[in-house]
């Protein structure tokens, strides 16, 4: 069996969690004995202006892949940011504006033209994820052998007349949760393809040490952990206006970590209850999961969060925004956690899994138990053969 | 014996071992039902009484409110400490207590424009002020408990009431 993955960005340096899962699945899939190819321009990550083609063009061959990679189109991204931020704001474009703006969103002719010829030697073409050129026109050429790995959330990119056209063209989509089907299904109706619930690979030989953490960041109290970006759009904002008022409210010495890129600011006065470590090596982020009493997930748009399955495997539970879908599914679907829609959930959740160490640790377990049921990479590469790659 | 099946036995033997390890752990095997609880801890939280966040007291309003509408009666544009204090009455009238750079850049254009770019004559202050005191909090009163995505948006329809609101005044 020979099958690609399209990916507008390939490569360790690729920033972004439909890169790191089309790269990760890719690679264990070529490990099982399919024929991989990937297809992917020469653009770095959608952090970095693809205009630049910061790798070279050409074929390669790492990791058991054959990756072949396209120019990017150059394009006016002025244009583009004008257009994006009518998206953003949750104008409606026009059709004409539409077009421009799938046309400026990451295109490779060169890797249309390969496909159009070269498109029939695979038995199965991935894209990866919903949004950009290279998914939206890529799959033109081969519905009929077209798999769709959305990492669907829902924002205005989702609404565009493109993408329900292009679920609508896909033999098969591939989700990650049942709340990102129901979401599609939302949005575009009955979709003809096959709809497959596959969810994403984890590594789950994660190891962790709690001690070793609290000494290298010299911290001794429960702290409630926050890992991943530290932005608006991961509503981190939200977390330190939650636990601020939280504190203000209760006794005690729970902090609140912060480990990742970016920064948001901190009131003054919770400069010693909110520590922000920036960003932290890997295994250090894989202590802190273990020496956290409780992880924080307040992101409202997920299409899977890595981030809780590591913390679950390190048996720590999860708090989660009820408003994302994704994320209140996987607590409630576990066992692993709670979730908050306003401030008064968030206290009382808080305050119940600071109360409750017993039910703290079954939920620990309970999330563990679903990661490694569910989305360990064995099953998800069994899943890809059996159900996504079979006739 | 096959060799086959040592090998089962023993994969089979270390993964009941591995799993009693874990289990060892649970107390409580019987599922964890999340939807309960949070139902429970919402309950809990509607019998004692609703949990706002970052309240304020009326009082402490009331007397920031106080100290600077002193202030204007004496007929003396008010210092920057006295702005900030005004800065201060708003975001609680508003609720707020925590604010990212965005929203303080939009109240700060508030309170410039409840400021003027011209300094008033002597004795039409405390009455201006009064007025727009008033409508703050009528607006205040419109605000309900905030929303984290849409506070950003109503501050801006806010701002540009207030600003028709003068134009109005001033014709």
């Given amino acids: 069996m020979k099958i690609a993955f399209v990916s507008?960005?390939?490569?360790?340096?690729?920033?972004?969690?439909?890169?790191?899962?089309?790269?990760?699945?890719?690679?264990?899939?070529?490990?099982?004995?399919?024929?991989?190819?990937?297809?992917?321009?020469?653009?770095r990550d959608i952090h970095h202006n693809w205009n630049m083609n910061y790798y070279a063009q050409g074929v390669a061959r790492e990791d058991g892949l054959t990756i072949r990679r396209f120019r990017t189109e150059h394009v006016n991204l002025e244009g583009f940011d004008a257009l994006n931020k009518k998206i953003i704001q949750g104008v409606k474009l026009s059709e004409e504006e539409e077009r421009l703006f799938m046309a400026l969103y990451v295109n490779s002719l060169d890797l249309?033209?390969?496909?159009?010829?070269?498109?029939?030697?695979?038995?199965?073409?991935?894209?990866?994820?919903?949004?950009?050129?290279?998914?939206?026109?890529?799959?033109?050429f081969n519905p009929a052998r077209t798999i769709l790995i959305p990492c669907l959330h829902d924002e205005g990119y989702a609404r565009l007349q493109a993408v329900k056209e292009l679920f609508h063209r896909s033999a098969r989509i591939v989700f990650h949760v049942n709340a990102e089907r129901e979401l599609a299904q939302r949005?575009?109706?009955?979709?003809?393809?096959?709809?497959?619930?596959?969810?994403?690979?984890?590594?789950?030989?994660?190891?962790?040490?709690?001690?070793?953490?609290r000494a290298r960041y010299n911290i001794s109290s429960p702290f409630v952990l926050y890992a991943g970006r530290k932005d608006e759009s991961k509503n981190v904002h939200t977390l330190i206006r939650y636990f601020t008022a939280y504190k203000e409210a209760h006794q005690g010495d729970l902090k609140l970590v912060l480990v990742g890129p970016a920064s948001l600011p901190i009131p003054e006065r919770m400069k010693d209850e909110i520590l922000d470590l920036g960003f932290v090596p890997h295994q250090d982020r894989n202590d802190a999961y273990s020496a956290a009493t409780v992880f924080c997930q307040p992101s409202l748009n997920e299409s899977f969060s890595i981030v809780m399955m590591e913390s679950w495997l390190c048996k720590t539970p999860c708090l989660v925004s009820g408003k994302c879908a994704v994320t209140?599914?996987?607590?409630?679907?576990?066992?692993?956690?709670?979730?908050?829609?306003?401030?008064?959930?968030?206290?009382?959740?808080?305050?119940?899994?600071?109360?409750?160490?017993?039910?703290?640790?079954?939920?620990?377990?309970?999330?563990?138990?679903?990661?490694?049921?569910?989305?360990a990479w064995d099953t998800i590469i069994s899943r890809y053969i059996r159900e996504v790659l079979a006739d | 014996m096959p060799t086959i099946t040592v090998v089962d036995t023993t994969r089979t033997i270390c993964h009941r071992v591995r799993h009693m390890i874990e289990s060892g752990t649970q107390k409580d095997h019987t599922p964890v039902d999340v939807e309960a609880i949070v139902a429970d801890i919402r309950r809990r939280i509607q019998s004692v009484e609703p949990k706002a966040e970052a309240t304020v007291t009326e009082p402490a309003m009331d007397e920031d409110l106080k100290v600077a509408c002193d202030t204007f009666s004496g007929g003396h544009w008010p210092s920057g400490g006295v702005v900030a204090l005004i800065r201060k009455a708003i975001y609680r009238m508003l609720g707020l207590k925590e604010f990212n750079a965005r929203i303080v850049a939009i109240l700060s254009r508030i309170v410039s424009v409840l400021n003027g770019t011209n300094v008033p004559e002597s004795g039409t202050i405390l009455g201006n002020q009064h007025r727009?005191?008033?409508?703050?909090?009528?607006?205040?009163?419109?605000?309900?408990?905030?929303?984290?995505?849409?506070?950003?948006?109503?501050?801006?329809?806010?701002?540009?009431?207030i600003k028709r609101k003068r134009v109005s005044e001033k014709s």
């Fill in chain 1, 112 to 140: 249309y033209r390969y496909l159009s010829a070269h498109g029939n030697d695979h038995d199965w073409i991935c894209f990866i994820p919903y949004l950009f050129g290279t998914t939206v026109y890529g799959s033109l």
């Fill in chain 2, 132 to 161: 727009t005191i008033n409508m703050l909090n009528q607006f205040s009163k419109r605000l309900d408990q905030y929303d984290d995505v849409k506070i950003a948006e109503r501050l801006a329809a806010l701002e540009e009431e």
């Fill in chain 1, 187 to 213: 949005l575009y109706g009955d979709l003809p393809g096959r709809i497959l619930m596959i969810g994403e690979g984890i590594d789950t030989d994660l190891l962790s040490d709690a001690d070793r953490f």
């Fill in chain 1, 8 to 43: 507008p960005f390939f490569g360790t340096e690729a920033a972004g969690g439909a890169e790191s899962e089309c790269r990760n699945t890719a690679i264990r899939l070529a490990a099982s004995g399919i024929n991989v190819e990937i297809l992917t321009t020469c653009a």
């Fill in chain 1, 328 to 375: 209140r599914e996987h607590v409630v679907r576990s066992g692993g956690g709670l979730y908050f829609d306003n401030y008064a959930d968030f206290d009382g959740c808080l305050t119940y899994l600071m109360e409750q160490p017993d039910m703290r640790n079954r939920m620990g377990l309970a999330g563990r138990e679903y990661v490694l049921s569910q989305f």
